[in-house]
C-alpha cells in the first residue's frame, strides 16, 4: 500500500516513494519508521478505544513542507533541518519490524503480527483472520495458495458484507487463464464453448472475405447482412459474458472452494491427510503454460 498522497501525523512530512514506512497494526496509520521509534506508539494510540480506524482521506496533491514556515513539527526527522547528532541508536523502543512471536502472520507479504493486531505494520494491508464461510482462514490459505491473500481479502469482504457482486480484474480481463489456474476445468469449458458459439457469426464473414469455404453451408443459409447483425449482437454478449465473470465469477469461485473445501474433509481420514489434500489443490500454472504454448504454436504457424 502507498502513501505518497499522505503525510506522517508525527513529523508532518509528506511521504515519498523512498520513505520506511511503518503502519499502526491497530488503526493503520501511516508513520515514517523513525517518527514511530521516537515516539514509542502510534500518533492517534489515544483514539484506539474509540475504535478509530485511518481512513486515508488525503490531498491529492502532495505538498512540500516551507523550510521558512514559523510552525514546527512534533518531531524533526534526521534529514530535516536543525538535526544535529545521529537519529539511529538513540531511542531504544521496541523495533516494530521484529517478530511479535504471536504466530500470526500478515497474508500479504508474511510480517508477523500481534494478536490484537487488525492492520499490517509492514503493507498497512487488513489482517484476515476468523472464518470464512465456516472455514478458518488458516485452511483456506493452504487450498488457494501463494496467492490467498487477495482472493482471502475479498472472500472476507463478501462473507462480512453478504455480497455476490466484487469487481475483479483478473476475471474480467484474462478469465481462461483465471479459470485454468484455479482448476476450474468444467467451467474453463463452458466458457471456451459459448465463446466458440458467439465467434461463429464472425468466423462466417471472415471466410466469406477470404474466399474460403470452410463456412460456406452456414453463408447461404443467411444473407451476409444479417450475419453482420449477428456478429455484432455476439460481440455484445461476449462482453456481457465477461463483465458477469468480473463481478460475479469471484463469488461463484468461492462458493465452488467451500464446496471442495468440504468434500476434501469429508474423503480425508486425519488432520494430516486433510492439509495434504488441500496443498495438492492448490491453483497450478501448469494448464496456463500449456494454453499459451498452443496459443504461440498457432501464431507461428498461421504466418508460414
Request: with cysteine; proline share 6%.
Amino acid at each position: 500500500m502507498y502513501y505518497l498522497n499522505a503525510a506522517c501525523p508525527v513529523c508532518g512530512q509528506a511521504f515519498t516513494e523512498n520513505d520506511d514506512v511503518v503502519v499502526c497494526p491497530v488503526c493503520g496509520t501511516p508513520h515514517h519508521r523513525d517518527c514511530y521509534q521516537h515516539l514509542g506508539h502510534c500518533f492517534n494510540e489515544t483514539l484506539h478505544s474509540q475504535g478509530y480506524e485511518w481512513e486515508g482521506t488525503v490531498n491529492t496533491e502532495t505538498t512540500v513542507p516551507d523550510p521558512n514556515q514559523e510552525t514546527q513539527p512534533l518531531f524533526r526527522r534526521p534529514d530535516m533541518p536543525g538535526m544535529q547528532e545521529p537519529y539511529y541508536g538513540r531511542y531504544q523502543q521496541a523495533d516494530p519490524y521484529q517478530d511479535t512471536g504471536s504466530g500470526n502472520r500478515c497474508m500479504f507479504c508474511g510480517y508477523e503480527v500481534a494478536d490484537d493486531a487488525r492492520f499490517c505494520n509492514i503493507c498497512g494491508r487488513p489482517i484476515i483472520r476468523g472464518e470464512i464461510d465456516g472455514i478458518p482462514v488458516e485452511e483456506w490459505g493452504r487450498f488457494l495458495g501463494r496467492t490467498a491473500a487477495p482472493v482471502l481479502a475479498a472472500f472476507k469482504n463478501q462473507d462480512e458484507k453478504h455480497k455476490k457482486r466484487t469487481l475483479y480484474l483478473p476475471l474480467l480481463i484474462v478469465p481462461e487463464v483465471f479459470l485454468l489456474h484455479r482448476r476450474l476445468w468444467l467451467e474453463f469449458l463452458v466458457y471456451e464453448l459459448i465463446g466458440g458459439l458467439l465467434a461463429i457469426p464472425a468466423m462466417v464473414i471472415y471466410a466469406s472475405e477470404l474466399g474460403a469455404t470452410t463456412f460456406s453451408g452456414l453463408t447461404s443459409l443467411l444473407p451476409m447482412a444479417t450475419w453482420t447483425t449477428l456478429m455484432t449482437v455476439c460481440a455484445i454478449l461476449i462482453i456481457a459474458v465477461r463483465v458477469c465473470l468480473g463481478l460475479f465469477g469471484l463469488w461463484y469461485y468461492r462458493k465452488w472452494s467451500v464446496r471442495k473445501i468440504q468434500r476434501i474433509r469429508s474423503l480425508s481420514t486425519g488432520e494430516e491427510e486433510y492439509s495434504a489434500r488441500l496443498l495438492r489443490s492448490q491453483p497450478t500454472m501448469i494448464p496456463v503454460y500449456i494454453l499459451l504454448g498452443l496459443y504461440v504454436f498457432y501464431l507461428f504457424s498461421s504466418f508460414r
